[in-house]
């Protein structure tokens, strides 16, 4: 027994989702790939023809590899500029705000020890009056 139906019900969603497949999946895929087989054919033709200028091509080639490569390496300046120009920013107003965070954390520390001692004190009396008596008790 099938789970699923063989027939399934159009419905207007549905049916907008195949068309949005069709145009926004399939066709851009099928484009692109005749754009690159007419690139290779193109390649192929200009390697192989009648007049084989493959030092030409080759240097063709070569531009269109720099070139994203060029893009790309203006971005990383860009990101390296942008990063110590903030870094500046930063070290100019980071003097007063470490500061104050170097009173809020030590604030912090000298709480936590007080609290830390304050909730073992007890402990250790209690265990420092058990320790008498058990020595009391070993000695007999």
Do not use: C
């Not at 789970?3 to 907008?16: D, G, L, N, Q, T």
């Not at 192989?48 to 971005?75: F, K, Q, R, T």
């Not at 001692?117 to 420092?128: A, E, N, Q, R, T």
């Amino acid at each position: 027994m099938d789970k699923f139906p063989v027939h399934r019900p159009e419905r207007e969603s549905y049916a907008k989702h195949r068309s949005d497949v069709t145009r926004q999946i399939l066709l851009p895929v099928i484009l692109v790939a005749f754009i690159g087989v007419g690139l290779a054919a193109l390649s192929i033709y200009g390697a192989i023809g009648s007049n084989p200028g493959v030092s030409l091509w080759a240097d063709i080639a070569s531009i269109w590899i720099i070139i994203p490569m060029m893009l790309l390496m203006l971005v990383i300046l860009a990101l390296t500029i942008a990063m110590a120009y903030g870094l500046t920013r930063l070290l100019k107003v980071s003097p007063r705000y470490t500061g104050i965070a170097q009173e809020y954390a030590l604030w912090f520390n000298a709480q936590v020890s007080l609290w830390a001692d304050k909730i073992v004190k007890p402990v250790l009396v209690i265990k420092s009056w058990l320790e008498i008596f058990i020595k009391s008790e070993d000695k007999q």
